[in-house]
């Protein structure tokens, strides 16, 4: 988050903070739908940078994954030498600050084609965004996105033709804590016009909240947003700083994108911790490599409060503890960046996809997980990984990523056919054709032998007709479970209306829970955490009775 022509943060409203866990919990108050994203298909003929099944590719449809750093131009005009700086650290993408000359000096034409063609030469994809938007509502002096918009429209000339290079991101943070409802229909608009103005771009939006959205209102309109796009060519931005300081709130926002179908990145990122809390950027940058998404640290070097810097007087032979963390730390930009093929990245050249992976065979099917295993594919310069995807009829949704020919694929429902498949990449991010297909009707679920477990159950907050629930699973057994089912009843009419860390059935009182992704395995003496928001009357008693997988609980 960004104040004022400084670089630092800026936290959110101090009495919210005050509460941040039970504002983390609201973060999910609306969840992403299950709906399939709208998209150009993969047989359409894309212009550049492109969104397609829910993923940012290349115009030749390889998959780019940015990883980058953000670089405060307009305050730096003569930090040119930044850029080449960035990418001999590894860099494929470098986010840039401009200004639409609402609250700071407007970035010229020409000097926005001289920071693109900068971009270029030293072979990175260049985000471009104006950050005079930032908290508006909040921020009185902040600018509107409409005002951003016709901002980049004046740009057309200098941006036409660039689709390969160029993501354009309307504006940053375009929205305070102060009613950030309001962000959902400027967004569309601006989005809108940029499309009716001709730009084939793909276009990037970043979250209310000062770009944090733990309000949840970009997750729960995301879908509307991105079907607004005619094109389908928009990717969202999640900006993490102190509100996501667990791994639980970070792996819960960008599984919901991921699971259903909708493209994000994390455009901005910090990890030292300061007065509001402490980061966990360690499992942004692991689930990040997981989903192979994009994330895009802040920032190079210029801040007002320099413990963000990550080069010290933009000096990259100073980097800071976090410039080390980001660049040559685990998951870090050295060691998961890979240059857009566009720039003959990966091995210079090499357009060959690998061979096509063989037939997955199912094993280890459970109620909500099976193990698929594939013969593995071959490449002239070596297969580096690959994508399980879920088919079902037209579309597809990557469930799972693996760098051997073996994964397993978790939450899912019980007594559900699926159907998988898998594509082979390489390092230059050539994809395979997609294997053969494979059916999968998972277990109807039941009693678990051995199982212990507990379950605690608390409401977080409440409202004259609803509330926001959460309950802690923990494994008292022995050994892991893998995959579980848990059962409970509401006594006086509430109805659960989203969940996150699980996924809900309800038949009259009667709900029951499977588990996502990375809430399927419980460890021995290990805890998972579900939370939801419901509907309710004048009384609102707690369940009385959990089972989980058909075993009763005891109350934690």
């Known amino acids: 988050m960004r104040t004022t022509r400084s670089t630092t943060r800026k936290s959110p409203v101090t009495a919210l903070l005050t509460a941040l866990a039970t504002l983390l919990g609201i973060i999910a108050l609306g969840a992403v739908g299950p709906a399939t994203a709208h ?36 305050w730096y005009p003569g930090e040119t030498q930044s ?15 401009l200004s639409d000359g609402h609250r700071w000096s407007e970035n010229s034409p020409a000097d926005v084609a001289a920071v693109v063609a900068e971009c270029k030469t030293n072979r990175l994809i260049c985000v471009l965004e104006v950050h005079d938007t930032t ?15 016709d901002y980049w429209i004046g740009l057309k000339d200098v941006l036409a ?18 009613d950030p409802e ?41 879908q509307s947003v991105h079907d607004a796009d005619p094109t389908g060519n928009l990717i969202f931005s999640i900006h ?23 493209p994000i990145l994390i455009g901005e990122f910090g990890g030292p911790a300061d007065q509001y809390g ?37 000096d990259p032979s100073r980097l800071s503890s976090w410039g080390r963390r980001i660049f040559n730390g685990v998951n870090g930009i050295a060691q998961t960046s890979r240059e857009a093929t566009v720039y003959g990245g990966g091995n210079p050249g090499d357009t060959q996809a690998p061979s096509t992976a063989g037939t997955p065979t199912a094993s280890a099917v459970a109620a909500t997980s099976v193990t698929l295993t594939w013969t593995a594919a071959t490449d002239d310069a070596g297969v580096t990984g690959y994508d399980i995807v879920r088919v079902n009829g037209g579309s597809e949704t990557t469930v799972a990523a693996s760098t051997t020919n073996t994964a397993t694929v978790t939450g899912l429902t019980a007594d559900t056919t699926y159907t998988f498949a898998v594509y ?62 848990l059962a409970f009843a509401f006594a006086n009419g509430q109805t659960v209306t989203n969940m996150w860390g699980g996924s809900p059935t309800q038949n009259g009182g009667t709900v029951s829970v499977a588990p996502a992704s990375y809430t399927s395995t419980i460890p021995a003496a290990g805890t998972v955490t579900v939370g939801f928001t419901a509907t309710k009357g004048s009384s609102n008693a707690a369940p009385a009775v959990f089972t989980l997988s058909g075993t009763s609980c005891t109350a934690a």
């Open 161 to 178: 033709g660039e689709e390969n290079y160029v993501i354009i991101n309307i504006g940053n943070e375009p929205w305070g804590n102060t």
């Open 182 to 222: 309001g962000w959902t229909a400027p967004t569309i608009a601006a989005v809108q016009k940029l499309r009716t103005a001709g730009f084939e771009h793909t276009i990037m939006v970043d979250a209310p909240n000062w770009g944090q959205d733990w309000q949840g209102v970009m997750r729960a309109n995301a």
């Open 424 to 485: 082979a990449r390489d390092a230059a991010g050539n994809r395979s054709a997609r294997s053969a297909t494979v059916n999968v009707t998972t277990d109807k679920g039941g009693s678990t032998p051995g199982v212990g477990c507990s379950v605690g159950y608390r409401v977080v907050g409440e409202w004259p007709d609803g509330f926001q629930g959460e309950i802690t699973i923990r494994n008292t057994g022995a050994t892991t479970i893998n995959g579980w089912t």
């Open 135 to 149: 908290g508006y509502g909040e921020d009185a002096a902040a600018g509107t996105l409409d005002h951003a918009a």
């Open 278 to 314: 402490d980061p966990d950027e360690d499992t942004m940058m692991a689930t990040a490599e997981q989903l192979r998404l994009g994330y895009l640290a802040w920032s190079w070097s210029g801040n007002t409060d320099p413990i963000l810097d990550l080069a010290t007087d933009f």
């Open 83 to 97: 850029l080449a700086d960035i990418k001999a650290l590894g860099a494929n993408t470098v986010r840039v600050v």
């Open 240 to 262: 993490m700083y102190s509100v996501y300081n667990t791994a639980q709130k970070v792996t819960d926002y960008l599984h919901a994108f991921v699971d259903a179908g909708l």
């Open 39 to 74: 998209a150009r298909s993969a047989g359409d003929l894309a212009t550049g940078l492109h969104i397609s099944g829910g993923r940012l590719l290349e115009g030749n449809g390889n998959d780019f994954v940015m990883r980058g750093v953000n670089h405060a131009h307009t």
